[in-house]
């Protein structure tokens, strides 16, 4: 599997970079909360631009339970970590799986009717990625201006052929920080840094970001949701999570992808309508995270923010869980202080050695009281939070050092118990579908296991 390939090869090939040069470091968020001034309350754009500070209270004023997360209070403590203003007025659907999160996306290219902007870590040469291949080439035929930013690290071994035909077409296509030294047109070869987003955006109006790549790795579902119960893995597709989302936070996306592209140092975007007068979509509650490297730590920020801060439940879905030592400190200390916390890790993986790394730290978080479970059967790929039952997030964010620090990620961050329901009862199911690691079991692993954790653990910081 291509994904297979990029995270054992990557580790090994950025490790021998990064000896040649001294190790970033993550910011200190201990007690970010306590450090911070948070405005008396949070910033609201709506369709219109900036809402009232009366209109955007009104919307996060709902009465919370007792022993949860504040949303106004929240918000504005969110807001001075990050920067970054909440926007009302979207819809947001959760998208679970490969086939479920194609359909829709594919759905979305072949009704756009003036630009298609994607950027994606693979895209693979298979039968998936040709569909995708052809109906964007269909659309830029049909007059849609499509642009794609790919990442170099991850479609390596992918034909040159495969993207000169999209370009032939008039597609535009840029490969993110090329491996090819050769092919820079910036100053500076940076490897280490990768674009690890999964971000589609149609006409301006339709977003879709997760953890799904293109890559047919995706054409079967997992267990998700499913009545019946397959032993065979290879009837078994991943188990990933997608979210699209409909209203003004779209322009938040294609902002994004905008300033990505002119990263790359190559020729303006393309003349196009990418900031459509928005609409009110639904009444969902958004905030929009992009991290870069060398940038502000927004979407690390926000999570460990609203770890610190949880009263009530934790409840984290990671497919590469190679946490830092603050984020492990963090989970530690809400889990002493009552809040249930509880990771849905992977059981099988494609990395070995970010399986192994992450292991390191259950010792620890098994001892403080986290709950500790791995999926079964399918491969792990999403990267999901509920938090209090009314803070969630779904993007590309891994729980780790190399996307805290050295990938541009993109993250959204929802607001309230609405789709806060959703998210927990998605987690319950994952949950139905894995096996607790109990502190008595961890203790009597085998030799074996204990050896490959020793040595996958010197590799934390390029994993």
């Given at each position: ?27 200190n ?11 008396a ?8 631009g ?15 339970p ?5 949303m ?5 403590l969110?807001?001075a ?8 007025g979207n ?7 490969g ?26 040469q ?6 995708f291949?052809?109906?964007?080439i ?23 052929e ?29 490897l280490?840094?990768?674009d690890?987003?999964?971000v ?23 267990l ?10 290879s ?20 902002w ?15 003349e ?23 940038g502000?730590?927004?979407i ?7 770890i ?34 509880k990771?849905?890790l ?13 292991h390191?730290?259950y010792?620890d ?27 969630s997030?779904?993007?590309?964010t ?7 620090l050295?990938?541009?990620?993109l ?13 927990e009862?998605a ?7 894995s ?10 692993r085998?030799?074996a ?15």
């Amino acid at each position: 599997m291509k994904i297979t390939r990029m995270r054992c090869w990557l580790p090994l090939c950025l490790m021998c970079w990064g000896l040649l040069g001294a190790c970033a470091s993550l910011p200190n968020v201990t007690a970010m909360s306590s450090q911070l001034e948070p405005a008396a309350a949070p910033s609201v754009k709506g369709v219109n631009g900036d809402l009232s500070a009366a209109r955007g209270k009104a919307l996060l004023a709902k009465r919370w339970p007792k022993g949860s997360l504040d949303m106004q209070a929240q918000a504005a403590l969110e807001e001075a970590a990050t920067g970054v203003p909440l926007i009302a007025g979207n819809k947001c659907t959760l998208l679970f799986d490969g086939p479920q999160t194609m359909a829709e996306m594919l759905k979305a290219i072949n009704g756009a009717r003036n630009n298609i902007n994607l950027e994606t870590y693979i895209f693979d040469q298979d039968e998936l990625g040709l569909k995708f291949a052809d109906a964007l080439i269909e659309k830029q035929r049909q007059g849609v201006t499509v642009n794609i930013l790919y990442d170099s690290v991850g479609t390596l071994g992918v034909p040159a052929e495969f993207f000169k035909r999209m370009r032939d077409a008039g597609i535009h296509l840029i490969e993110f920080n090329p491996v090819n030294p050769a092919k820079l047109s910036g100053e500076s070869w940076k490897l280490n840094n990768r674009d690890h987003r999964k971000v589609l955006i149609v006409d301006g109006k339709t977003a879709f970001t997760g953890g799904i790549n293109i890559s047919a790795t995706y054409a079967k579902s997992s267990l998700f949701r499913s009545a019946s119960r397959p032993t065979d893995k290879s009837q078994v597709g991943w188990r990933d999570t997608h979210i699209k989302v409909e209203g003004p936070a779209v322009q938040a996306f294609q902002w994004l992808f905008v300033r990505q592209w002119a990263t790359q140092d190559k020729d303006d975007l393309t003349e196009a309508d990418y900031f459509p007068q928005p609409v009110i979509a639904g009444d969902k509650v958004v905030r929009v995270l992009g991290s870069e490297p060398g940038g502000k730590f927004e979407i690390y920020k926000a999570y460990n923010l609203a770890i610190q801060e949880a009263k009530k439940s934790i409840h984290i879905t990671s497919a590469y869980f190679v946490p830092d030592r603050q984020t492990v400190e963090a989970l530690m200390a809400a889990a002493r202080r009552g809040v249930d916390v509880k990771i849905v890790l992977p059981g099988v993986s494609d990395s070995g050695l970010v399986f192994y790394a992450g292991h390191a730290f259950y010792d620890d978080l098994l001892d403080s009281g986290v709950q500790i479970h791995q999926l079964k059967l399918a491969v792990l790929h999403a990267k999901t939070a509920v938090i209090d039952g009314n803070w969630s997030t779904v993007g590309s964010t891994n729980i780790d050092t190399r996307s805290f620090l050295h990938n541009s990620e993109l993250n959204v961050v929802i607001m309230g118990d609405a789709f806060g329901g959703e998210m927990e009862r998605a987690f319950q199911e994952d949950l139905r579908d894995s096996v607790q690691i109990t502190q008595e079991a961890w203790r009597h692993r085998p030799w074996a296991d204990r050896l490959r954790e020793f040595a996958a653990r010197f590799m934390n910081y390029w994993l």
